[in-house]
């Protein structure tokens, strides 16, 4: 589904799926993210117990936070996972304008 999807579309004709650092998330979170625009969608029951605050998610940690986890390679691995991120948004949003 996330493939047929518009952006996705053009996502896979930009080859993104071998583009990008983590292109099943991309892929996944684009179509989300375009099916939560939508006034109704066949997904709403399962968009609606989706989180609202993502705020535990360890990407999204303060600083005070990360702090605690200092010196784990825990930490070492959500700031790469914060840069892969990164990347793929910059290279979406060049490739696929749409998706900005």
Request: net charge negative.
């Amino acid at each position: 589904m996330a493939f047929e999807s518009p952006i996705g579309r053009k996502m896979v004709q930009k080859n993104m799926k071998n583009r990008l650092l983590s292109p099943k998330h991309s892929f996944l979170s684009t179509y989300l993210m375009q099916e939560r625009r939508k006034d109704v969608t066949q997904f709403d029951e399962y968009l609606d117990i989706l989180p609202k605050d993502l705020s535990c998610f360890p990407i999204f940690f303060k600083p005070e936070e990360k702090a605690w986890l200092k010196g784990s390679p825990f930490l070492t691995q959500v700031e790469e996972k914060i840069e892969d991120i990164r990347q793929d948004y910059d290279l979406l949003c060049k490739e696929v304008p749409e998706y900005e």
